[in-house]
C-alpha cells in the first residue's frame, strides 16, 4: 500500500523568510495530493493541492511542486508570517484513501 | 452553506461502555471518511463510505469499531467495549467523490477513562 513520508518534523524559520516542507510517497498510482493545515485544537484545513498531470501550483504565497518521477512533492511557504504557525500535513490519494504524513510543525519566529 | 458537522464535540465515557459517534457531512457529498487522530500525529484512516456502502473499511483497528451511512448521507461510527486506548479525536470529512477536496468536521474528542 501507500506510505508517505514528511520532513521536517518540525521547521522554524524568521519571520519574512521561506518554509519547505518535503513529502515523499511510495504508490505511483497516486494522483491526488493535497496539503492541510491544522492549528492547535482545530481541525485540518485544505490549503493547496495538486494533481498528477501538474509539476507545480501556486496560490498566493503558497506553493506546490511535484515531482511523479521520484515520487516527492513540496510545500513552499514565502514571506512567512505568525499566523503560518500550525502544523501542516501533506497527503496522498490511493486506492479511495488519502494516506497522511505525519506533519510538520512549522514555527514563526518573531 | 453548512460544513460538516459532528456531535457530541466531547465524550467522556468508562472503559467498558458503548459510544456513538454521529457525523452530518454536507449535502450533496457522496464520500465520506472517518479518521482517528492522536495527539501529535496525523489523521489515520479508519473507513470510507461511498453513499450507502462502506467502500473501504481496512482502516478499523478491530471489530469493536463499526460504521453506518444507512441513507448515504448522515454517518455513525459505534464503538463497543471502549478501551483507554481508544481516546483520541475523531475526525469526519466528506467530498464530492473519491480524489476531491475533503472537508473536515470539528471532530469529537473521545476520552476514556
Known amino acids: 500500500g501507500e506510505n508517505v513520508e514528511q520532513h521536517p518534523s518540525t521547521l522554524s524559520v524568521q519571520e519574512g523568510d521561506s518554509a519547505v516542507i518535503k513529502c515523499t510517497y511510495s504508490?505511483?498510482?497516486?494522483?491526488?495530493f493535497p496539503w492541510y493545515k491544522q492549528e492547535l485544537g482545530k481541525r485540518p484545513q485544505l490549503i493547496i493541492d495538486?494533481?498528477?498531470n501538474v509539476g507545480e501550483k501556486k496560490d498566493q504565497r503558497i506553493a506546490v511542486t511535484l515531482n511523479k518521477t521520484a515520487k516527492h512533492f513540496s510545500l513552499h511557504i514565502t514571506e512567512t508570517q505568525p499566523e503560518d504557525s500550525a502544523v501542516y500535513f501533506c497527503a496522498a490519494y490511493s486506492n479511495y484513501q488519502l494516506i497522511w504524513g505525519a506533519g510538520t510543525k512549522l514555527i514563526i519566529k518573531p | 452553506g453548512a460544513g460538516v458537522s459532528q456531535t457530541p464535540s466531547n465524550k467522556v465515557t468508562e472503559k467498558g461502555k458503548y459510544v456513538e459517534l454521529r457525523c452530518d457531512p454536507i449535502?450533496?457529498?457522496?464520500?465520506l471518511y472517518w479518521y482517528r487522530q492522536s495527539l501529535g500525529q496525523g489523521p489515520e484512516f479508519l473507513i470510507y463510505?461511498?453513499?450507502?456502502?462502506?467502500?473501504?473499511d481496512s482502516g478499523l483497528p478491530n471489530d469493536r469499531f463499526f460504521a453506518v451511512r444507512p441513507e448515504g448521507s448522515v454517518s455513525t461510527l459505534k464503538i463497543q467495549r471502549t478501551e483507554r486506548g481508544d481516546s483520541a479525536v475523531y475526525l469526519c470529512a466528506s467530498s464530492l467523490g473519491g480524489g476531491n477536496e475533503q472537508f473536515f468536521g470539528p471532530g469529537t474528542r473521545l476520552t476514556v477513562l
Open positions: 504508490d505511483s498510482a497516486s494522483n491526488y
Open positions: 495538486i494533481r498528477s
Open positions: 463510505f461511498q453513499g450507502t456502502g462502506a467502500a473501504d
Open positions: 449535502s450533496g457529498h457522496t464520500a
